[in-house]
């Protein structure tokens, strides 16, 4: 079984400043990462996942995130941002094999808030 | 045009009446999932299928059932609603692999 702690509830920062949302996961089994996007009163976007390869994932839109599977972790950071960039950000995991393929476990999201 | 679609999006209803919440999708995908989002809570998986003659119960399961009528339709329904279950309900596919869900609008129920 997965699980995710996303350790922030709500972040407040100024246009223009770095952020970093941060995300553990626990799992028995490999692991598929992802970051999806909440805008207000709107669906998830998927905004970045990370399931092989170069640890280091990126975003269209400036955010990056990487696996740190010795520290379990998949933070989720943008060097500088934007008002645009206020919403809800969720941490979700899955196992990359098996049953627990597919099936998502989501944090419990964190609210950034950019303030001009 | 949307490729996972919600209908309704919105709905209000009274304690002990059963409605339905409808997902399409036109994206292909065989998996299909029914979550509720709660403030604080995140996301909490309700059911999934993997194909039409596949069904399966996630972590909060009691009090809904699903009907898969179609690899493109996948519906939650509330045979008698209670007001705890006022929440946000988003419908989510995927393709075979399942690496990646794409989420539908979402529908705010709330039960008076």
């Known amino acids: 079984a997965q699980s995710v702690t996303q350790l922030d509830s709500q972040v407040p920062v100024f246009e223009e400043a770095p952020v970093e949302l941060r995300c553990n996961y626990s799992?028995?089994?490999?692991?598929?990462l992802f970051w999806y996007v909440q805008y207000p009163n709107q669906g998830l976007q998927l905004l970045l996942k990370y399931l092989s390869g170069s640890t280091l994932v990126e975003s269209i839109n400036g955010f990056e995130a990487e696996f740190n599977k010795s520290q379990t972790s998949f933070h989720l950071r943008k060097p500088s941002v934007h008002i645009s960039d206020t919403a809800e950000y969720f941490c979700?995991?899955?196992?990359?094999?098996?049953?627990?393929?597919?099936?998502?476990?989501f944090g419990k999201g964190t609210k950034l808030s950019v303030k001009p | 045009d949307a490729d996972v679609t919600q209908t309704p999006r919105n709905r209000i209803t009274k304690t002990g009446k059963r409605i339905m919440l409808e997902c399409s999708q036109t994206k292909g995908h065989d998996r299909m999932y029914w979550y509720r989002q709660d403030p604080g809570l995140g996301l909490r998986l309700i059911y999934y299928s993997f194909d039409v003659k596949d069904i399966n119960k996630g972590e909060i399961s009691d009090g809904y059932s699903v009907s898969r009528q179609a690899q493109a339709k996948f519906s939650l329904s509330l045979e008698s609603a209670i007001p705890n279950q006022t929440a946000l309900y988003f419908c989510a596919t995927a393709g075979t692999g399942g690496e990646t869900q794409y989420f539908g609008p979402g529908t705010r129920l709330l039960v008076l």
């Open positions: 799992s028995s089994v490999s692991v598929y």
């Open positions: 979700a995991v899955s196992g990359s094999y098996g049953g627990s393929q597919g099936n998502l476990i």
